[in-house]
Structure formats: structure tokens, C-alpha cells
């Protein structure tokens, strides 16, 4: 009975099974891509711990973070900036991800995949889970290290951070993927990367507190409200320590929605970017 389940078709023509198979190779082929590139995944840690044991060093005496939520004591300046570490690790594997994309719909196994009878959206999301799920080994191997670092958070926060780096991941693989429908050539995205990657990643709340900002510039106080990767950094940083920041749960999960549906119409062949250009990735259903 349950073998005839879920062999059953369905409306479009496939079965739960068939779906899970599609998801399991797209995964599965990012898995292996991601072990056989191993200076990928220094590179990934290079980046924040050269914050972490060099610029937080340095700025711990210049910097000092007041009592604030989640935090219930004084704490030092590395510990603070922890969590926006966390995030850059997954910020440049989503950017990273989906520069492969870029390559992969000219010549690799996506351009195969969009032409495929399976749903577009559906491969764009297994693609986009596939990248979020690389991200988490590097993360905890990054909290791993910083925690012989004496940078600890509670035991159970280890865990109940999950979600939440889940939600982080998809947002920001969904903004790459949304950016990378609109490159035609490699050269172009990696530039555009450094004007996502750095401006997120510095006009956030990842390197000091939003009151400081606020004393500094109203103005740029505004824009890192604005800016998603605030909120994912905050989303982060309460779940480290068991909490839920409300708010910015609702942003990230309000900005992940947006920036998928924005990748799924632009890789859309009736009215997306590519179809405007005749690229390979357009001509399928």
C-alpha cells in the first residue's frame, strides 16, 4: 500500500518519490563538489577567524559592548561579532553557490536540469537547499573553533541555532541565486558579488551594536534596519542563546520568500532574464 503511494502520479505527472530522488542528486552532487574542493572550505574559514583572532583583538579595547539582549553581562567584543562571523561563513557559500550556477546553466549539469520535465522551481529550490546545507559543516566547524577559543555559548544553543541557520542559509542563497540569474558571464557576477557581500556585511549589526551606529549616523543607523542581513545576524544571535527574536525571524522569513520567488519568475523561459536574452536556460519548460 505504501509502494503504491508513493509511486502514484501525481498532477505533474510525478511522484513524491521521484521529486525525493531529483533532491537527494542535486544535494548529493553539491556534497561531493564541496569535499573535493577543500580549499573552499579554508577559504571559508579564513575570512572570519582573521576577524576573530586578529581585528577583535584589536578592537577590544576600543569597542565595548554594553548589556544588551540577549546578553545578560558584559561581554567581550569577539564574542559579539561571533554570530556575524557565523553569517559571513554563509553569506560567501551562497554567493559562492551560486557563481557555480552561473557556470553550470552555460555548460554544466544545470543547463540539462532547466530543460528538464521536472519543475523549474523545484530544481531551483533543491539547488538552493543543496547549498544551504554545505554551509552548516562549515559553520559548527567555525563555532567548534571558536570554542577552543574560550568563545562559548550555551550547550543547548548549539543546537536550537539550527533552525535558524537553516533560514539564514536559504535567504541568502535565494539572493544569490535571484542575482545570478540576471549575470550572463562569470567575470560579471564576481564582481557584483563585492557589491553585496561587503555593503550587507558591514551596514549590519554583525560588527557593532545599532546604538553605536545610531549615535554615529541616523542615517546609516536606518539602512543597517533595513538591511536583511541585520535581521539574520540578530535571528542568530538570540538563537545562540535560546531566544527568538521575533522580528527579525519575521524579516528573514518575509526576504526568503521574496528573493526565491524573484529567482524562480527570473529563471521563469515565458518572462524571466534569461528568456529576454535566448540564453540555454530559457527554452525549457
Same mark, same amino acid.
Given at each position: 500500500m505504501t509502494?503504491?503511494?508513493?509511486?502514484?502520479?501525481?498532477?505533474?505527472?510525478?511522484?513524491?518519490?521521484?521529486?525525493?530522488?531529483?533532491?537527494?542528486?542535486?544535494?548529493?552532487?553539491?556534497?561531493l563538489?564541496?569535499?573535493?574542493?577543500?580549499?573552499?572550505?579554508?577559504?571559508?574559514?579564513?575570512?572570519?577567524?582573521?576577524?576573530?583572532?586578529?581585528?577583535?583583538?584589536?578592537?577590544?579595547?576600543?569597542?565595548?559592548v554594553?548589556?544588551?539582549?540577549?546578553?545578560?553581562?558584559?561581554?567581550?567584543?569577539?564574542?559579539?561579532?561571533?554570530?556575524?562571523?557565523?553569517?559571513?561563513?554563509?553569506?560567501?557559500?551562497?554567493?559562492?553557490?551560486?557563481?557555480?550556477?552561473?557556470?553550470?546553466r552555460?555548460?554544466g549539469?544545470?543547463?540539462?536540469?532547466l530543460?528538464?520535465?521536472?519543475?523549474?522551481?523545484?530544481?531551483?529550490?533543491?539547488?538552493?537547499? =543543496?547549498?544551504?546545507?554545505?554551509?552548516?559543516?562549515?559553520?559548527?566547524?567555525?563555532?567548534?573553533?571558536?570554542?577552543?577559543?574560550?568563545?562559548?555559548?550555551?550547550?543547548?544553543g548549539?543546537?536550537?541555532?539550527?533552525?535558524?541557520?537553516?533560514?539564514?542559509?536559504?535567504?541568502?542563497?535565494?539572493?544569490?541565486?535571484?542575482?545570478?540569474?540576471?549575470?550572463?558571464?562569470?567575470?560579471?557576477?564576481?564582481?557584483?558579488?563585492?557589491?553585496?557581500?561587503?555593503?550587507?556585511?558591514?551596514?549590519?549589526?554583525?560588527?557593532?551594536?545599532?546604538?553605536?551606529?545610531?549615535? =554615529?549616523?541616523?542615517?546609516?543607523?536606518?539602512?543597517?534596519?533595513?538591511?536583511?542581513?541585520?535581521?539574520?545576524?540578530?535571528?542568530?544571535?538570540?538563537?545562540?542563546?535560546?531566544?527568538?527574536?521575533?522580528?527579525?525571524?519575521?524579516?528573514?522569513?518575509g526576504?526568503?520568500?521574496?528573493f526565491?520567488?524573484?529567482?524562480?519568475? =527570473?529563471?521563469?523561459?515565458s518572462?524571466?532574464?534569461?528568456?529576454?536574452?535566448?540564453?540555454?536556460g530559457?527554452?525549457?519548460?
Amino acid at each position: 500500500m505504501t509502494v503504491e503511494f508513493a509511486t502514484f502520479p501525481r498532477v505533474t505527472g510525478f511522484a513524491p518519490v521521484q521529486y525525493a530522488i531529483c533532491l537527494k542528486g542535486i544535494v548529493w552532487r553539491e556534497g561531493l563538489r564541496f569535499l573535493h574542493q577543500r580549499e573552499r572550505f579554508v577559504a571559508a574559514l579564513v575570512r572570519p577567524l582573521v576577524w576573530l583572532f586578529i581585528f577583535a583583538a584589536g578592537f577590544r579595547q576600543v569597542l565595548g559592548v554594553s548589556i544588551i539582549p540577549p546578553y545578560e553581562t558584559y561581554i567581550l567584543y569577539e564574542v559579539y561579532i561571533t554570530p556575524g562571523l557565523m553569517l559571513l561563513i554563509q553569506l560567501f557559500n551562497g554567493m559562492q553557490s551560486s557563481l557555480s550556477m552561473v557556470y553550470d546553466r552555460e555548460m554544466g549539469n544545470m543547463r540539462t536540469l532547466l530543460v528538464s520535465p521536472m519543475p523549474r522551481w523545484f530544481l531551483l529550490s533543491s539547488k538552493l537547499v =543543496a547549498g544551504m546545507a554545505v554551509s552548516l559543516p562549515q559553520v559548527y566547524t567555525f563555532l567548534a573553533i571558536a570554542w577552543f577559543w574560550e568563545i562559548e555559548a550555551p550547550p543547548l544553543g548549539y543546537v536550537a541555532v539550527l533552525p535558524a541557520l537553516v533560514l539564514s542559509g536559504l535567504m541568502l542563497g535565494a539572493l544569490g541565486m535571484l542575482m545570478s540569474s540576471v549575470s550572463k558571464q562569470l567575470e560579471n557576477f564576481a564582481g557584483a558579488m563585492n557589491f553585496v557581500i561587503f555593503p550587507m556585511f558591514f551596514a549590519s549589526s554583525a560588527l557593532y551594536p545599532l546604538w553605536r551606529v545610531r549615535e =554615529a549616523s541616523p542615517l546609516l543607523y536606518y539602512v543597517c534596519e533595513l538591511n536583511p542581513f541585520t535581521h539574520a545576524v540578530e535571528l542568530v544571535r538570540f538563537a545562540l542563546y535560546c531566544q527568538i527574536n521575533w522580528v527579525s525571524l519575521a524579516v528573514v522569513g518575509g526576504c526568503t520568500a521574496l528573493f526565491m520567488v524573484g529567482a524562480i519568475l =527570473a529563471y521563469d523561459p515565458s518572462r524571466g532574464f534569461l528568456a529576454r536574452r535566448g540564453e540555454p536556460g530559457g527554452g525549457g519548460a
